[in-house]
């Protein structure tokens, strides 16, 4: 029996690449826009219970934006693409992310944006609609259960991954798993560089996830026929 035909790796680096914006963009919005996630819903929902139950209304509006433009993101994410091969999906998808991002960074650059400012408010909305079609590439990717946007799911899989490899004596871990390890570290690296941007109060912080999405959208454009 013939091995599986292996993915293409270019998709890799795209798994990276949004994975790492992923981690970068939650930073950049909890840190700076009122302690709102606009990648992870999941956190992102558990906020807006709390901020509801302690009245802080600005910063539960700022979560309930960024569940609705996810949302919204991913509804059109899917209603765009529908049909579409992966090819160009992915260029309608991470194109869409990249004008969304790059709107996001001219309005960031201008000065301050207090939580509950009406600029702030759009800075989450263009946040969390990046993140909602970003979601549906890790759909049209499909590779190794890995969503691109939050990965509570990928570390229980590659966790898995790992428990399998130790009980069955494998000599190495699964591609699978070694797949999830690296987009679980890269989402964190994202973060982790988000972090020290912001620690500096470095002005273009909002750049970092419109650079590794436009590098993504190269990489998907130079593969566009495979």
Known sequence: MPPPEQPPRYLDY?????????????????????????????GNLAFLGLYLARFSFASAIGSAIALFGFTAGAAAGHLLTRGKSRAAS????????V?????????WLPGHHPNGSA????LITFLAVSMGLQSIVGKKINLSNIPTVVFTSTLTNLVIGIADTIVNKT????????RQIGSFLLYFAGALCAGFLVFLDFMFVAALPFLAISA???????????
């Open 216 to 226: 993504a959208m190269v990489i998907q454009f130079r593969h566009r026929r495979e």
């Open 14 to 42: 795209i798994l990276g690449l949004t994975g790492f914006a992923a981690g970068a963009v939650d930073i950049i919005s909890f840190a700076k826009l009122g302690g709102v996630f606009a990648s992870a819903m999941t």
């Open 90 to 97: 992915l260029q309608i998808l991470l194109g869409g992310e």
């Open 171 to 178: 000599p190495e871990l699964s591609e699978d798993t070694k």
């Open 119 to 122: 600029s702030a408010d759009a």
């Open 99 to 107: 004008l969304l991002l790059a709107l996001l960074v001219l309005l």
